[in-house]
């Protein structure tokens, strides 16, 4: 099932790349979360990383990490998307590749899934998310966006069919807890959606 949900998401996000290029190039859709995000990380500009889960054809969030001095690495599973960013932001690094399977040995200041990760099958959710948090540095913060609800759906969009998960906020919140993280930010940011923004910060200073 897995292998099967992740080609068709990869397959849809090909095929709708210049769209959802145009659709979000001059958005400002989620900058005052992550400039919240960047905040947090502190003052120090010394080498600091960050890494986009499903950066996309790149644009609003890219530029902005980049601004705030960011060495950016961003990883997506279409491949169109991935040429798209890489010829937007020729000084980040962008990887075709799936957040399930793809590992590194990098750990970063800063990593931000958004609208993304609710793409994955039901049950690989929890070790997406843990394996999030392993990729942290000490005080390295993690945003990413979820459901406000558990368990499958599918929604059309641009004629296709994607699919969608959740654990919910609390089960999320448990796993980020588990694995070492303190929570500082959670936010129902669109209701009556139900879309929820959650950040938080590895280990255990405040």
Request: charged share 25%; with cysteine.
């Amino acid at each position: 099932m897995y292998d099967d949900i992740a080609r068709q998401i990869s397959s849809h996000y090909d095929a709708i790349a210049s769209l959802w290029d145009e659709e979000l190039k001059d958005s400002s859709y989620g900058i005052d979360a992550l400039m919240h995000a960047i905040t947090m990380c502190g003052e120090d500009k010394k080498r600091r990383t960050a890494l986009d889960i499903g950066c996309g054809s790149g644009g609003r969030m890219i530029r902005a990490l980049e601004q705030h001095a960011f060495q950016v690495t961003g990883i997506d599973c279409s491949e169109r998307m991935v040429a798209m960013a890489q010829s937007k932001h020729p000084d980040g690094t962008f990887i075709h590749a799936d957040i399930m399977t793809w590992n590194t040995s990098e750990r970063y200041n800063l990593i931000v899934a958004w609208d993304s990760i609710f793409h994955l099958p039901f049950d690989q959710q929890e070790s997406v998310v843990s394996k999030l948090t392993s990729l942290l540095q000490r005080d390295g913060i993690l945003m990413y966006t979820v459901g406000d609800e558990i368990g499958e759906h599918i929604s059309e969009w641009h004629g296709r069919s994607f699919y969608y998960s959740s654990l919910g906020i609390e089960k999320n919140l448990k796993i980020l807890q588990d694995h070492d993280c303190r929570i500082r930010h959670v936010e129902l940011d669109q209701f009556p959606l139900k879309h929820c923004v959650l950040m938080a910060k590895k280990g255990n200073n405040q």
